[in-house]
């Protein structure tokens, strides 16, 4: 395959930009980094601008900016970023200076008055189409199910869905979860989720940055057909040790950081505290588990080797064990979890080159069993991923801003199922895979900016090469409205077999010679305002086809013997829909509503056939399809101490397939003999009834005896104790079925206590 042209190709491109150029010499730039004044930590997406001119930039994702093309003469620099206070500075440039400047912004303190948010180049790049950024402090203080949860938090976001209250899945436009990928310090995660999806495996007390790509997401990303997700965990803190400790009814966490001589280090860890409870309800309950536990451990290791050379080493490892006795003679052993390992060395060629280069390392593992009857039923599901990945951003002047890099890597699955001890299916997959990409944000005019892409991705087994061009086009009419539109092609050689409701038994399984990758085209339009200071509207529009998508054949009982290759059905689908956002950054009051209407359909051959023509498949809705989708978040700053936030919450209602009843069927040919035969509807032709709920948070912040700061926060989930249905469970015995309405969380009020100290 192409991935040794590639590293020439990569090779040729690092030595030529990194040379000395020549060009406008006799101009001058600004660069450097922008951090946290208070903890050193980098500020990405932070915005820089020359004063009076339409000159400026974002930082990029490790903080890094640069202003190139200045004409020499004195100038006011300035740097904005939500939550910090507006900097300033003066600063004279000479004929070709290369000015280092290291920007610190202030937090800002609490304040009573209204406070203004910048506008004119607020969120620069956070307002580009299809993305989306979540604060960690948003995060920490929305309402949760026992606890502040990442992916819980963007489900709020339009374009996101849940599953339900017991899954923190990504449905995101149409996607299922594994056609998102998700990144931790560049590094691919493909166990997101503990506590069998009912929140993430990422820590807040680690995150720094949490920004979502919904779609129609740039050439420097590739690999899943829908959305990327980007989280970077904190560098640690550069100018002092500080610590925290929470205590809440789920888990409890613990955190350090600090700095040592040219850097730093940051260590969290969490895990769950269900012991007790589980040893109370053993005495009370039947069917409880024998154990249950999940733990996870973050952590990053920072050293500045000068100015233009930084490395990091950081790492991940978390896991899930479950141990449930349901029976007298049966019971469900659980064991998985994903560990992540990367290193990676940021390097400053000039003020025009910048580059990071990142050796990466990640392990998925999934070890499911089931006893029945002393008859073991295990599995072993297992990824090792190894790769190489590199990013240049280069700025040859004013007008332009080309990245390019590459991504190679060893990809090794194992997939064993096992009946009694012996083995029933098995398959081992080692492939070589890699990608190239280069696009240019191109600055066509002051209202017209281009951003065109390509990307080049190739899969060793079965000998897959794709082309993905992407293209997105921007117009400015004013300071205040952007007009966006966005295309790209995409490409998956992954797939995640999963239980919409419990994950579990979740399978990775990837394309092999005879399982072509899913493809599939996206649409993008939209508009970004600002109709007054401190508020955004915007709205977007999408549509995404996706086709060759594969998965395990329900319809193969036995798969003993067979090729890999054979073991799949492929289908295609669709999505559209819009999406309405409003938000208030302005004064004691903030917060956002979000509405998305969406439609998502799947199709798949000899599947949801109508009676009068079999053979002919027809589209069906996914479960996750929810045609309405209404957040509303709000904060407010009682005082210095105290503060409240609010959610709601309304969609509607999940697709289900109903169950007519029951039917006896003869065997006549052979046997003769009778049997039960279950009919149903159509798929997913039913709803559930429409799903909302309300939840708030009080907290208040103090001291925990003069050695560090305190916060109490009381949460209500499911203020007005709406049951919303989960599922209906059928009784086919009686005719016509009975239908019993399965739950969801009533009224539910928990505390918990954070020292930081």
Same mark, same amino acid.
């Given at each position: 395959m192409a991935v040794r042209g590639v590293k020439k190709l990569i090779a040729v491109l690092v030595i030529f930009l990194s040379?000395?150029?020549?060009?406008?010499?006799?101009?001058?730039?600004?660069?450097?980094?922008?951090?946290?004044?208070?903890?050193?930590?980098?500020?990405i997406s932070a915005n820089i601008a020359l004063k009076d001119s339409r000159k400026g930039t974002s930082s990029n994702t490790s903080g890094y900016f640069s202003l190139t093309d200045i004409d020499p003469g004195t100038y006011t620099i300035v740097a904005t970023y939500v939550g910090y206070q507006r900097y300033e500075q003066e600063i004279s440039l000479e004929p070709g200076q290369s000015l280092r400047l290291d920007i610190k912004l202030d937090p800002e303190g609490f304040q009573l008055e209204e406070v203004v948010v910048e506008s004119e180049r607020e969120k620069e790049e956070q307002r580009n189409i299809g993305i989306a950024q979540m604060q960690t402090k948003l995060i920490k203080d929305l309402p949760s199910v026992l606890q502040s949860d990442v992916f819980r938090s963007l489900q709020l976001l339009p374009g996101v869905k849940a599953a339900s209250d017991f899954s923190s899945g990504l449905y995101i436009r149409g996607g299922s979860p594994d056609q998102t990928l998700i990144l931790l310090d560049r590094t691919t995660v493909y166990n997101p989720s503990h506590f069998f999806g009912f929140f993430s495996t990422f820590n807040p007390d680690a995150v720094k940055d949490v920004r979502l790509y919904k779609g129609g997401y740039p050439a420097k990303y590739g690999g899943r057909l829908g959305s990327v997700l980007t989280i970077f965990n904190k560098d640690g803190n550069r100018?002092?040790?500080?610590?925290?400790?929470?205590?809440?009814?789920?888990?409890s966490?613990?955190?350090?950081?600090?700095?040592?001589?040219?850097?730093?280090?940051?260590?969290?860890?969490?895990?769950?505290?269900?012991?007790?409870a589980l040893a109370i309800l053993q005495n009370t309950t039947e069917n409880v588990p024998d154990s249950f536990y999940f733990l996870d451990v973050n952590g990053k290791v920072n050293y500045d080797a000068n100015e233009n050379n930084k490395i990091s080493l950081a790492f991940y490892a978390g896991t *899930?064990?479950?141990?449930?006795?349901?029976?007298?003679?049966?019971?469900?052993?659980? &064991? /998985?979890?994903?560990?992540? $390992?990367? #290193?990676?060395?940021?390097?400053?060629?000039? *003020?025009?080159?910048?580059?990071?280069f990142?050796?990466?390392?990640?392990?998925?593992? &999934? /070890?499911?069993?089931?006893? $029945?009857? #002393?008859?073991?039923?295990?599995r072993s599901n297992n990824i090792y991923d190894f790769s190489l990945k590199g990013d240049i951003e280069y700025l040859p002047n004013d007008n332009h801003e080309i990245s390019t890099g590459f991504w190679i890597g060893n990809l090794t699955l194992k997939l064993q199922d096992s009946f009694d001890g012996e083995e029933t299916f098995s398959s081992r997959i080692q492939t070589q895979y890699g990608s190239w990409y280069i696009q240019d944000k191109w600055d066509i005019t002051d209202q017209w900016i281009a951003t065109p892409g390509l990307r080049i991705a190739g899969f060793s087994e079965g000998q897959y090469l794709r082309l993905e061009p992407r293209m997105a086009l921007e117009y400015r009419p004013t300071d205040r409205i952007r007009l966006q539109g966005a295309y790209g092609r995409y490409n998956q050689f992954?797939?995640?077999?999963?239980?919409?409701?419990?994950?579990?038994?979740?399978?990775?399984?990837?394309?092999?010679?005879?399982?072509?990758?899913?493809?599939?085209n996206q649409y993008v339009v939209g508009a970004k305002t600002i109709p007054w200071?401190?508020?955004?509207?915007?709205?977007?529009?999408?549509?995404?086809?996706?086709?060759?998508l594969f998965e395990l054949n329900p319809f193969i009982s036995d798969q003993a013997g067979l090729p890999y290759e054979e073991i799949f059905r492929f289908g295609e689908g669709y999505a559209y829909g819009a999406e309405l956002f409003f938000e208030r950054q302005i004064g004691r009051l903030t917060g956002f509503a979000g509405y998305t209407f969406s439609v998502t359909r799947r199709k798949f051959p000899n599947f949801n056939d109508p009676i009068n023509n079999q053979g002919t498949a027809r589209y069906y809705p996914p479960k996750y399809d929810r045609i309405h989708d209404l957040n509303i978040v709000l904060q407010y700053d009682l005082s210095k101490q105290w503060s409240t936030t609010v959610t709601f919450n309304y969609a509607t209602g999940q697709a289900y397939t109903k169950p007519l009843g029951r039917t006896t069927a003869f065997d006549v040919p052979t046997s003769g003999l009778s049997f039960d035969q279950l009919i149903v509807g159509r798929v997913n032709a039913s709803r559930l009834p429409d799903y909302n709920r309300l939840d708030f948070s009080f907290s208040r912040k103090g001291t925990f005896f003069g050695m560090g700061e305190a916060e109490w926060q009381f949460q209500v989930i499911n203020a007005y104790s709406r049951r919303n249905v989960w599922f209906y469970n059928y009784n086919l015995d009686e005719n016509p079925a009975e239908r019993e309405a399965i739950k969801l969380l009533p009224i539910l009020p928990t505390i918990s206590y954070t020292v930081d100290f």
């Open positions: 040379a000395q150029f020549t060009y406008g010499q006799q101009s001058a730039s600004v660069n450097g980094y922008i951090s946290d004044a208070e903890t050193g930590e980098t500020l100018n002092e040790f500080e610590g925290s400790v929470s205590v809440g009814l789920l888990s966490r613990a955190s350090i950081e600090g700095p040592f001589k040219k850097g730093s280090y940051m260590l969290a860890v969490r895990r769950s505290t269900l012991e007790p *899930d064990n479950l141990e449930f006795p349901f029976a007298t003679d049966a019971g469900i052993d659980l &064991n /998985y979890g994903n560990q992540t $390992l990367s #290193s990676t060395w940021t390097h400053i060629f000039s *003020d025009k080159v910048f580059s990071n990142t050796v990466t390392g990640s392990r998925y593992f &999934n /070890y499911p069993s089931i006893n $029945l009857a #002393s008859t073991p039923i295990d992954l797939t995640l077999i999963s239980n919409e409701a419990f994950t579990g038994f979740d399978v990775w399984l990837t394309t092999d010679d005879g399982v072509p990758p899913a493809y599939g200071e401190g508020y955004g509207l915007d709205i977007e529009l999408y549509y995404r086809s996706m086709n060759d």
